[in-house]
Structures are given as structure tokens and as C-alpha cells.
């Protein structure tokens, strides 16, 4: 009966120490937390809504201002109807050109600059607000594509 006791404490132990996070974050040379970059920062020449904050863990940006590719995830407060029409009328003015768009639950929009391509996702969150996801990649420019 003790070994059972004792596995049951160990057990219980393990998953004490399983669930528990520990908030690692990179610190300067003076000791204090390196500062995340804002939205806008990482963005470049996207534009980007008032009040808009970046979801670290879901976001990888390789390059900067126009020549930046990867994934920015946002949270954006306000109603997903509101944040589509943003995207969608703010983007030309940015120089992006609206490809194609879906509004519902899940909205999509496609829009092409130069030699990148960007897909922004939109989606109520489940707290309110929405969530974001800006996909940047270079275009393809092959004009003998193979099926």
C-alpha cells in the first residue's frame, strides 16, 4: 500500500511540474527584458489597425520594411467586419493590389505587391475581438508552371 501512495504522490508530483510555465525572455546586455517589436515595426509597408498587438508565439518575420516575408499574428480589437473593410481599402493605398476575398466566419483576402504575395486571415476570437494572420511570400514568377 505505501509503494502505491508513493507512486500516486510521485505521479501527482510530475504533473505539478508538467503544467506549470516559466516565462523565459530574452534579456539586454543590461540585464533588463529585451523590448518585442510593435506591430508596425514588423509590418513594414502593411498598414496596420490602431491598437493592434502582436502574438509573439505566433509570429516570424524574416527581412524588413517592403522586402519582409513570414507570418505576423495579431490581436485586433472591434467587430471582423470592421478589420475586413480595413484591410481591404487600406491595402491599395499601400500599393497592394486585392487579388481575391471571402467574407464569413473565416475571412480571406489576397493581395499582391511587386514580388510578394499577402494573405490576410480574419477570425472573431473566442473573448471578443479578432484574430489575425498576415501571410507574406514571395510570388511565384514562373510562367511554365507544371501541373
Known amino acids: 500500500m505505501n509503494i502505491l501512495k508513493y507512486l500516486t ?3 501527482t508530483a510530475y504533473a505539478l511540474v508538467a503544467c ?19 506591430a508596425a515595426q514588423l509590418a513594414g509597408d502593411m ?12 509570429t516570424l518575420v524574416m527581412g524588413t520594411g517592403s522586402r519582409w516575408i513570414g507570418r505576423i499574428s495579431l490581436s485586433v480589437a472591434g467587430e471582423s467586419q470592421a478589420v475586413y473593410t480595413y484591410y481591404r481599402d487600406g491595402l491599395p493605398s499601400a500599393g497592394w493590389v486585392l487579388t481575391s476575398s471571402s467574407y464569413s466566419k473565416l475571412s480571406f483576402l ?13 477570425q472573431s476570437a473566442s473573448f471578443g475581438g479578432n484574430e489575425v494572420i498576415i501571410t507574406v511570400t514571395p510570388a511565384n514568377k514562373s510562367n511554365n508552371a507544371t501541373p
Request: proline letters at 15%; glycine letters at 4%; a neutral charge.
Open 9 to 11: 504522490l510521485l505521479c
Open 20 to 38: 506549470s510555465s516559466v516565462d523565459i525572455k530574452p534579456a539586454s546586455k543590461d540585464g533588463a527584458p529585451a523590448p518585442e517589436a510593435s
Open 47 to 58: 498598414p496596420i489597425p490602431p491598437g493592434a498587438t502582436v502574438r509573439p508565439q505566433d
Open 110 to 122: 489576397t493581395f499582391n505587391k511587386a514580388d510578394r504575395v499577402a494573405t490576410i486571415q480574419i
